[in-house]
């Protein structure tokens, strides 16, 4: 099972002192166990390696590039792939809509994957279902 993950779930994992860490912790070994193939790109990781550094520090940065990154396979969003998330972004015009979602958004539909780990909703709004993050009632 293909999983693309994303920098809100990466950050959880890592920091203890994080809303979602139990639940993050819980469902990385469940997905593990179930040999689920994570996917991100190289954006989702210089965003979480920037979070990681300012907030925990850089052992947790070095233990995130060590330990963790090694286990995902690195999608690297191509130049067309960047234009097009781009201007999906400037085109919903909302301010805390990132460019490095509207990319995952882009490679997960071009990879044909539905399924992310994430607390973060702007992946439930683009209908994509998250793992981690509660179900919005309809």
């Given at each position: ?123 439930q709004e683009q209908g994509f279902h998250c793992i981690g993050l509660p179900k919005q009632a309809d």
């Open positions: 099972m293909r999983i693309f993950i994303d920098t809100s779930a990466i950050y959880a994992r890592l920091n203890a002192d994080d809303t979602f860490h139990s639940t993050a912790a819980m469902e990385m070994r469940y997905l593990l166990a179930n040999q689920a193939e994570f996917i991100t790109t190289q954006y989702v990781v210089a965003e979480s390696s920037a979070l990681i550094q300012a907030r925990m520090g850089m052992k947790k940065l070095a233990e995130f590039h060590r330990n963790v990154e090694p286990v995902f396979l690195v999608h690297q969003v191509s130049e067309a792939q960047h234009q097009r998330a781009v201007d999906f972004c400037l085109a919903m015009n909302r301010r805390k809509l990132s460019l490095v979602d509207c990319s995952s958004f882009t490679v997960m539909r071009d990879l044909s994957i539905d399924r992310v780990f994430t607390f973060d909703a702007h992946f």
